[in-house]
T-cell receptor, first 109, second 115 residues
Framework: EDQVTQSPEALRLQEGESSSLNCSYTVSGLRGLFWYRQDPGKGPEFLFTLYSAGEEKEKERLKATLTKKESFLHITAPKPEDSATYLCAVRGSARQLTFGSGTQLTVLP | EPEVTQTPSHQVTQMGQEVILRCVPISNHLYFYWYRQILGQKVEFLVSFYNNEISEKSEIFDDQFSVERPDGSNFTLKIRSTKLEDSAMYFC?????????????FGEGSRLTVL
């Protein structure tokens, strides 16, 4: 059974204070690790897909990295508008996505 | 920018009633999905749909659930006899590709409240 664990559950940062979110996974045959952003009462918004260890992707202040056991979402100099819940999901041999519980990020001005 | 649209945004129903949630996937996408999120819990997979048939379903997707693509644009989720525990946010998603590749794009969700 595919499993995804995200930490921390919640993170409060000052504007400009860089940090990282962690996603640890157990999957049978990784066929993609996905990062989504979810605002309250909204659907998940696609950010990145990573397929193999060592892969990195960047978008504005966000950078996602992948190892064989975990992924990190690095947030550089965050702004209040980056406040959201960040979800990690994996696709393994079963083709549906298995989601983690998310990290609720709050960036204070 | 193309997006997945869902209706209604919020539906309140009585236990035992039938509910239909509607979705319009992104037009060139071929794979369609329903996920749900009970308040405060993880996003959970319900069902995937391709080429007019279910390709995978979870244990949650029992006989009270059904999906349909009644025309070239809509994708629906029907819950025949709602239960209190069906109260959740239901998300429709679509992707160009399924299987080993393909990012899923989600709609804004339909909040279902069962009284």
């Amino acid at each position: 059974e595919d499993q995804v664990t995200q930490s921390p559950e919640a993170l409060r940062l000052q504007e400009g204070e860089s940090s990282s979110l962690n996603c640890s996974y157990t999957v049978s045959g990784l066929r993609g690790l996905f990062w989504y952003r979810q605002d309250p009462g909204k659907g998940p918004e696609f950010l990145f897909t990573l397929y193999s260890a060592g892969e990195e992707k960047e978008k504005e202040r966000l950078k996602a990295t992948l190892t064989k056991k975990e992924s990190f979402l690095h947030i550089t100099a965050p702004k209040p508008e980056d406040s959201a819940t960040y979800l990690c999901a994996v696709r393994g041999s079963a083709r549906q996505l298995t989601f983690g519980s998310g990290t609720q990020l709050t960036v204070l001005p | 920018e193309p997006e997945v649209t869902q209706t209604p945004s919020h539906q309140v129903t009585q236990m035992g009633q039938e509910v239909i949630l509607r979705c319009v996937p992104i037009s060139n996408h071929l794979y369609f999905y329903w996920y749900r999120q009970i308040l405060g819990q993880k996003v959970e997979f319900l069902v995937s749909f391709y080429n007019n048939e279910i390709s995978e379903k979870s244990e949650i997707f029992d006989d009270q659930f059904s999906v349909e693509r009644p025309d070239g644009s809509n994708f629906t989720l029907k819950i025949r006899s709602t239960k209190l525990e069906d109260s959740a946010m239901y998300f429709c998603a679509s992707s160009v590709q399924g299987g080993n590749t393909g990012e899923l794009f989600f709609g804004e969700g339909s909040r279902l409240t069962v009284l």
